[in-house]
């Protein structure tokens, strides 16, 4: 077995730091980097491009709704054609400082509000997609199992890693459960890691409802966000590698 661990990664601003970005980044195979939008800003960004050479880690766009104040989990209802010249501006943005780096941009992968409303809306799904075709067409669409977004890269052609969530609760339509409700985001290292192993050995996940729901990815999102974040990503990757799986970067695990 062999599986990719992700994180979304560098989401301070200016002094402003969010996460354990320099821990999580010894854990982790692949980040997601913000790009300015919802979060992050040019030294950021180079700050974690040059950590994740060091750590080796492959990096990835992580893209999101223009919203500072939000960090990008308010819902925007805005034109197509606009959200995909914005996740163009911002692939752009992480391949100029990656440069600084030595490194390739591998991937990319929505974030919040953002990857919530592509999951369900096609126009949106294949907006991103878009962007991804014409500015660097070998780029990894990650995309929620299941959603618009896995469809939209089938449909473009793009190279597709679906991605399943480490520490978050899901719907039985195979969403995610809304951050609102509680019990949406698992503190639990040990509840995260048994999700963890359900979808790797078995292909599914239980719903907040109690139903079984299949999930399949070739990558699992922990998140960094949370004050927990280091502590259950370490005990998911000690896991899973116990349980005999070996943790790689999302090109490796295409490959």
């Known amino acids: 077995m062999k599986i990719n661990l ?10 402003y730091d969010i996460g354990n970005d320099a821990e999580l980044m010894t854990i982790i195979r692949s ?4 790009c300015g939008f919802h979060a992050g800003d040019a030294n950021s960004m180079h700050r974690l491009v040059t950590l994740a050479k060091t750590e080796a880690v492959s990096i990835g766009v992580h893209s999101g709704f223009n919203d500072l104040w939000g960090f990008g989990r308010r819902k925007i209802d805005m034109d197509p054609k606009d959200l995909e010249l914005m996740v163009a501006y911002q692939i752009g943005a992480l391949k100029a400082m990656a440069r600084y780096a030595g490194l390739a ?3 990319l992968k929505p974030h919040g509000a953002l990857n919530n409303m592509a999951a369900v809306r096609e126009d949106y799904a294949l907006a991103i997609g878009r962007a991804i075709q014409v500015v660097d067409a070998e780029l990894i669409y990650v995309a929620l199992t299941g959603s618009e977004m896995e469809k939209a890269a089938r449909k473009l052609g793009l190279k597709l890693a679906r991605e ?3 520490d978050r609760q899901y719907e039985q339509d195979g969403n995610l459960t809304p951050r609102s409700i509680p019990g949406s ?3 639990d290292p040990a509840v995260a890691l048994a999700q963890c192993l359900a979808m790797v050995r078995d292909g599914h996940v239980v719903s907040r409802q109690g139903s079984r729901v299949a999930v ?3 990558t699992i999102c ?3 966000d949370e004050p927990t974040a280091v502590a259950l990503a370490r005990h998911v990757r000690q896991g899973l590698e116990a ?3 070996r943790i790689v970067t999302i090109p490796e695990m295409l490959n």
């Open 243 to 245: 349980a005999g799986c």
């Open 222 to 224: 922990v998140h960094g």
């Open 185 to 187: 985001v698992y503190e």
């Open 105 to 107: 941009v591998t991937h």
């Open 164 to 166: 399943g969530f480490a």
């Open 6 to 15: 992700n994180a979304d990664i560098a989401e301070g601003f200016g002094a």
């Open 31 to 34: 980040a997601n980097v913000a």
């Open 216 to 218: 399949a990815a070739e």
